[in-house]
């Protein structure tokens, strides 16, 4: 009898290590909805299951522990996913280390606090992350200026900075809004803020919450931009202390020769930019590209860089696609001017026409941030009053995958360096 209870014993221990696999291919073919597949693994972190993100193994797949719970999450959200053994984990793991390839894998340990700063009331569909988070189901927590200016940036690990203007003149919308409804309570709210919060003029206070936000990076936080709210807030850290507004957007004149006094050493990514002085001008300098640009949409994409996966893995994890090439999109600052960003700022995605820089990552102190150009993945040029996009008939767009990629990157194991 003890004999016979024995191997029963022995017979569930082999079986219980014999533990199997969640593969979540990121592939091209098989996976039916990228976005989603983020929310996943997102989910599982915070439900503290382990997770790994396999870099440029089918097109960043990600391996989770096998649980009942995780496979009918895939199944409600509508992730594709494989069960794999233990043998077939341990073969992959194998591949992935070989050094003849360009493969990685990054263990994830905590999924990060997401904040996205945005004003209240918005609507997900305002902002391509805002809408991305909510579609692949991921928990953010929305803040604005006066979450930013009282140290609530604390309690987050990553920053999402909402369409905006730091610089204090209202996206430079004056020219065809400024009778226009929406606009005129915009501004006014914008000055019932800042008076509120202590400040004289909108420019001051938006100018307060972007030294707020560097402070945030330097300390060791995750920022990611779209669109204005990148170049709008290099211009306004550069332009600190000075007054670079027209009298229509503070009630009096800019300040002289303010374009010889611009520090560019207090900005993140760009330098040596011009400011556009004129009001009615839609643009804010030159770092942008979008009037530049003569693209025609059939042949706007850009590429992404290919990076080493064993020795560069932030840039490969902020690149994992299931296509190098990437269909463009426009947007109040639409690209970079390549010439005017910084040496120490590395480019990522490139348009090959015009030599535009899309995609661009740094580090700040001892945090990060990645400026993405553009307004919405896969609105081409969207215009105000458009209608929302609807995610579910791009649920596999390579343009939303690396706003999702800079949402996961943070919750990567830091790895030690080689000496």
Not at 21 to 27: A, G, H, Q, S, T
Not at 291 to 297: C, G
Request: glycine share 6%; aromatic share 12%; proline share 4%.
């Amino acid at each position: 009898m003890l004999k016979k209870l024995f191997y029963i014993f022995l017979f569930l221990l082999t079986t219980t290590a014999k533990a199997s696999f969640i593969l979540v291919p990121m592939d091209e073919t098989t996976q039916q909805n990228h976005l989603k597949a983020y929310g996943i693994t997102f989910w599982c972190l915070d439900k503290n299951y382990k997770a790994s993100w396999l870099l440029n193994y089918r097109g960043g797949s990600f391996l989770l522990p096998d649980a009942e719970e995780i496979r009918k999450e895939c199944q409600i959200r509508g992730v594709s996913f494989e069960i794999i053994s233990d043998g077939e984990e341990w073969a992959i793991l194998n591949e992935i280390s070989s050094p003849s390839q360009n493969m990685e894998s990054v263990v994830l340990e905590k999924a990060p606090k997401i904040a996205v700063y945005t004003p209240k009331g918005k609507q997900p569909w305002d902002d391509a992350v805002t809408l991305v988070l909510t579609y692949a189901e991921i928990p953010f927590t929305a803040i604005y200026d006066e979450e930013v200016l009282s140290d609530q940036l604390l309690l987050y690990d990553w920053l999402h900075l909402h369409h905006e203007d730091f610089t204090g003149q209202y996206g430079k919308f004056y020219s065809a809004y400024k009778n226009v409804p929406w606009y005129i309570e915009q501004k006014k709210d914008a000055e019932t803020m800042a008076t509120k919060l202590g400040y004289s003029k909108v420019s001051q206070e938006k100018g307060a919450v972007a030294k707020k936000i560097r402070d945030f990076v330097i300390g060791g936080g995750f920022m990611f931009a779209m669109c204005s709210a990148t170049d709008s807030f290099d211009i306004a850290l550069a332009a600190d202390g000075m007054d670079i507004c027209e009298a229509m957007f503070d009630g009096d004149a800019s300040e002289g020769n303010y374009q010889s006094k611009m520090n560019f050493s207090n900005s993140f990514a760009f330098k040596d930019f011009t400011l556009e002085r004129r009001p009615e001008q839609y643009e804010f300098s030159d770092i942008d590209m979008t009037s530049k640009r003569r693209v025609p949409m059939d042949k706007d994409y850009f590429t992404l860089m290919e990076f080493s996966a064993k020795w560069d893995p932030i840039p490969s994890m902020l690149c994992q696609n299931h296509t190098q090439l990437v269909k463009g999109f426009m947007g109040q600052t639409t690209a970079f001017n390549a010439p005017l960003i910084k040496s120490n700022v590395l480019v990522m995605g490139t348009c090959e026409l015009n030599g535009e820089a899309r995609y661009i990552h740094g580090q700040k102190g001892k945090g990060m941030f990645t400026f993405y150009g553009g307004h919405d993945p896969e609105d081409f040029q969207h215009q105000v009053g458009d209608p929302p996009t609807v995610l579910d008939l791009h649920s596999n767009s390579p343009g939303y995958r690396l706003i999702l990629n800079n949402v996961l990157f943070p919750a990567a194991r830091k790895k030690k360096l080689k000496t």
